[in-house]
């Protein structure tokens, strides 16, 4: 609202000029622009207006299209005060064309240019970055549902592995006890097949042994027999030799008797008594034997 009517007060003081121009009789375009040049204030020319605007003109501007002076300025109302004030039809268009050129070198085309353009990238740059904030927005949220998902899908597939992983560990356990049963029974046969090796061979060294021991005492009761035979002919050849002594000694002995006993008197001490008497004793012994 501001920049309109900073906008209008300008158009008022061109008209005011032109009108006083009118009075004063202009008979040349270049009289009337340097008459206008003169009556116009120089604090409200285009481009001070426009270096003097503050931000909230700016920001009250949001919204506003690129425009020219024909479109903003009622020209009939113009052309026909001007008609009113004297000018003639020509003059007067005159007027209001070289009114809108000044207008649009002087103010529209830099509000066009700086202040519209500024707006316009002040505006894109809001949008871009609403539209960037809603992005990111919108990312954020697609890549935490998306990682909710994979979330969701690895607690799955973790789940469906440790699934596949019991059923692999019960496969694998079934298929070791099955081979451990068949291995089972393949040593069991091996140990049975053994154990009748052990025996046969046990049952042929108890026969060879059994045969040996046999032989062995065979020839030890030969080798006693004849040792026996031979040891029963000396004990009887000694037996006879020993009779056969006994009877020639007892014959000895009764032939010693039938002869005639000579007694010889001596006087014998205590000590040759007993000498005498033990020498008697073995005599008598070896006669007994």
């Not at 009622?74 to 005060?81: E, H």
């Not at 000396?234 to 002869?259: E, H, P, Q, Y």
């Not at 073995?282 to 007994?288: H, V």
């Given at each position: 609202?501001?920049?309109?009517?900073?906008?209008?007060?300008?158009?008022?003081?061109?008209?005011?000029?032109?009108?006083?121009?009118?009075?004063?009789?202009?008979?040349?375009?270049a009289?009337?622009?340097?008459?206008?040049?003169?009556s116009?204030?120089?604090?409200?020319?285009?481009?001070?207006?426009?270096?003097?605007?503050?931000?909230?003109?700016?920001?009250?501007?949001?919204?506003?299209?690129?425009?020219?002076?024909?479109?903003?300025l009622?020209?009939?109302?113009?052309?026909?005060?001007?008609?009113?004030?004297?000018?003639?039809?020509?003059?007067?268009?005159?007027?209001?064309?070289?009114?809108?050129?000044?207008?649009?070198?002087?103010?529209?085309e830099?509000?066009?240019?700086?202040?519209?353009?500024?707006?316009?990238?002040?505006?894109?740059?809001?949008?871009?970055?609403?539209?960037?904030?809603?992005?990111?927005?919108a990312?954020?949220?697609?890549?935490?549902?998306?990682?909710?998902?994979?979330n969701l899908?690895?607690?799955?597939?973790?789940?469906?592995?440790?699934?596949?992983?019991?059923?692999?560990?019960?496969?694998?356990?079934?298929?070791?006890?099955k081979?451990?049963?068949?291995?089972?029974?393949?040593?069991?046969?091996?140990?049975?097949?053994?154990?009748?090796?052990?025996?046969?061979?046990?049952?042929?060294?108890?026969?060879k042994?059994?045969?040996?021991?046999?032989?062995?005492?065979?020839?030890?009761?030969?080798?006693?027999?004849?040792?026996?035979?031979?040891?029963?002919?000396?004990?009887?050849?000694?037996?006879?030799?020993?009779?056969?002594?006994?009877?020639?000694?007892?014959?000895?002995?009764?032939?010693?008797?039938?002869?005639?006993?000579?007694v010889?008197?001596?006087?014998?001490?205590?000590?040759?008594?007993?000498?005498?008497?033990?020498?008697?004793q073995?005599?008598?012994?070896?006669?007994?034997?």
């Amino acid at each position: 609202m501001k920049l309109l009517l900073r906008y209008g007060k300008f158009t008022r003081q061109l008209y005011r000029s032109a009108t006083l121009l009118t009075k004063v009789g202009p008979t040349n375009s270049a009289q009337f622009t340097k008459g206008l040049e003169n009556s116009i204030n120089k604090d409200d020319l285009p481009g001070n207006l426009i270096n003097k605007l503050p931000e909230e003109l700016i920001s009250e501007g949001n919204g506003l299209k690129s425009t020219t002076a024909e479109n903003q300025l009622d020209t009939l109302k113009y052309y026909n005060d001007l008609i009113q004030s004297g000018f003639s039809p020509k003059q007067s268009t005159k007027v209001i064309e070289l009114l809108l050129q000044t207008l649009n070198e002087e103010f529209f085309e830099t509000y066009n240019k700086k202040f519209l353009r500024k707006m316009e990238l002040e505006n894109q740059s809001h949008l871009f970055n609403a539209a960037e904030t809603e992005l990111r927005y919108a990312i954020q949220i697609s890549r935490e549902t998306a990682l909710n998902e994979q979330n969701l899908k690895l607690t799955k597939l973790n789940r469906d592995l440790q699934l596949l992983h019991d059923d692999l560990n019960e496969l694998l356990i079934n298929l070791l006890k099955k081979d451990s049963r068949v291995d089972f029974n393949d040593h069991k046969i091996e140990n049975t097949l053994l154990h009748r090796n052990i025996n046969l061979t046990l049952k042929d060294c108890n026969n060879k042994i059994g045969t040996r021991i046999i032989g062995n005492m065979k020839s030890e009761i030969e080798n006693l027999r004849w040792q026996t035979t031979r040891s029963g002919l000396f004990a009887v050849l000694v037996l006879v030799f020993f009779i056969m002594s006994g009877v020639s000694i007892s014959k000895r002995i009764a032939t010693d008797n039938d002869k005639p006993v000579e007694v010889i008197l001596h006087t014998i001490e205590p000590e040759e008594s007993s000498e005498n008497e033990s020498g008697e004793q073995q005599l008598s012994d070896g006669e007994d034997r």
